[in-house]
């Protein structure tokens, strides 16, 4: 194991995240190669009184990793191989491995996947822990709905660090720690190192018996609408009618299932609203069901469609995409997921918000997001609204199954805006925070848990839950997470993790009694 210190050159590439709002100061960083390090290096802050941190791959939107309370960042991203386990019968990832190189170990090998999210370079740690969704979410669930164990250094009473090994099994002793690593969100009981991934009811001892199958190729879309030739009735039915259609659509044995539509509002600035379609393309009618999609949204949009020619935060443009593609499955999915040079950007500022739709949106809602993408407030291209397809296969699974609760919403919603220089916080903080509260001011400025909203997605921390300056309703930043499941979460925390070692601003906190 390497320890990098303050002295070290490479120190400043290893204090700080994909968000340089978030530089940390710790005295080390441990370069983790084996769980036995991991141990150990708990093992020596807990002896020590030093508050550690974990870093899986720098995507963490808040500062809960990087911040001047950290003394050491226990960096995985060296623990990162990916193999089938036979003892376990089950496929092993190490928390360090980042979602592409899964993907391609997983289908180059064996045909099978994990359905988790697109940005290619996010780290398992985490991802997983908070439940973990992605393009095939509607047809083939949640990363959390296949995982069948993981492994988690924690810290017990005494003050002794152990690895432990959490399963699904109904006679596990450990199974509550499994489940709190199914939506839990990470930093909360322990250093993960290691998921073994099996689908419930898998027959066989091979891997390509025991995952999902992606679709062997997709139909890839992309088509825009220029923001100077739509007209705010056009906006209004466009998202509407996306919201319409995911209502419809969410059984999962239907041809729907297999399709994932990306709805991006960008700031007016950007100069075009994108439409991003991945289609299963070995199902009966795929064309059909792509064009069928496309002709719902469109409705009572006279603008004409055109190619896809500006990147929209995190996706590159896509002007070749105007005709559908029929790519082969992990070609769209790297293409997807790597081809914006944003996501490298070393001098990107961020900040980012959630929210999870059971219904359609009310009229004010889509008022209020035509007024903030149309506000002068900014000049920002990067700033946007993101519609994700969500439901199907998700939410065939009970909310208390696993941690994750949001099993009744049919869309989610992601919040995010881009800049590079400091002097510029104030005012895209400012413009973010007022879209997201001015949309939901009847509810205390947050998507408090009902029969339209869903609370916030874990993987997507927002500091300014916790603040009743911006959250003046009456549900807690955890509520909005977890629901009902907090307080099961804490008990969990109070068996695995008693001394509250593993802590952040928003982590589950232990119960009173």
Known sequence: MVTVARSDRQYPDLTSGYNQRWIGTPESVAMIESVEQVVHVVQEAVRDGRRISVNGAGHCFEDFVYNDDVD?????KNLDGVYFDPRMNAVAVEAGANLLNVYEKLYESWGVTIPGGICYSVGVGGHVSGGGWGALCRKHGLVVDHLYAVEVVVVEKSGKARSVVATREKGDPNRELWWAHTGGGGGNF??????????????????????????????LSAVSLPWNKISEKEFFRLVSNYGDWHEANTRPDSGAAGLFGLLVLNHRSNGQIGLITQVDATMPRAREILDEYLAFLLRGVDSPVEPMTVSMGEYTAMPDCFEPQRLPWLQATRYLGTSNTELNNPTRRADYKSGYMRRNFPDKHIATMYDSLTSTEIDNPSASMHLQGFGGRVNTVDSSSTAFPHRNSVFKLYWQVLWSEADDDA??????????????????????PNDVTDGCYVNYPDIDLSSPEFNQSEVPWYRLYYKDNYERLQQVKKTWDPRDVFRHAQSVRLPER
Do not use: C, E, I
């Open 72 to 76: 050491v960042v226990v960096n995985m």
């Open 190 to 219: 322990g250093v993960v190192t290691r998921y073994w991934f099996r689908s419930p009811g898998s027959a066989g001892d091979t891997p390509d018996a025991l995952l999902p199958k992606p679709p062997s190729h997709v139909l």
């Open 427 to 448: 005012k895209h903080l400012a413009w973010l925070r007022n879209f997201y509260g001015d949309l939901y001011q009847d509810t205390g400025g947050v998507p408090v």
